[in-house]
C-alpha cells in the first residue's frame, strides 16, 4: 500500500510563493504518475498539476505560468511550487499517485493513492 506524506502547506499573502512536497514510501514498483488536486471548501476537488516518471507535466488552465510540478524519482518526491498566488487558491491540496501510466491524468478518479491533504490559505 502506496503512503502519500504531503508537507509545505500554509498561510501565504497574495502575490506570495509556497512549495508543496509529497513523499512516497511502502510502493512496491516505481510509481508512474503522480498529481496534485485540490479542494475548496463547498467546491469539487479539481486537478491542479501532474507529472508522469520521465517528467511530462499538465497544468490546469487557472494554474499554467504561475505552478511548477517535478519531481526527484530518487527521493520518490514529488513538489508543487506555487507562486503569484492568488486568494482563489486557497484549498487543500492533495497529492496523488498511480502506479500506471494514466491516460487521463487530470481524472481524479483514476488515482488509486492518495495523501492526507495540505491546507493553502491565501490571504487579499
Known amino acids: 500500500q502506496v503512503q502519500l506524506v504531503e508537507s509545505g502547506g500554509g498561510l501565504v499573502q497574495a502575490g506570495g510563493s509556497l512549495r508543496l512536497s509529497c513523499v512516497a514510501s511502502r510502493h512496491t514498483f516505481a510509481i508512474y504518475t503522480m498529481a496534485w488536486f485540490r479542494q475548496a471548501p463547498g467546491k469539487e476537488r479539481e486537478f491542479v498539476a501532474a507529472i508522469r516518471y520521465k517528467g511530462t507535466t499538465y497544468y490546469a488552465d487557472s494554474v499554467k505560468g504561475r505552478f511548477t510540478i517535478s519531481r526527484d524519482n530518487a527521493k520518490n518526491t514529488v513538489y508543487l511550487q506555487m507562486n503569484s498566488l492568488k486568494p482563489e487558491d486557497t484549498a487543500v491540496y492533495y497529492c496523488?499517485?498511480?502506479?500506471?501510466?494514466?491516460?487521463?491524468?487530470?481524472?481524479?478518479?483514476?488515482?488509486?493513492?492518495w495523501g492526507q491533504g495540505t491546507q493553502v490559505t491565501v490571504s487579499s
Open positions: 496523488a499517485a498511480d502506479y500506471r501510466n494514466l491516460d487521463f491524468v487530470s481524472s481524479d478518479g483514476a488515482y488509486n493513492y
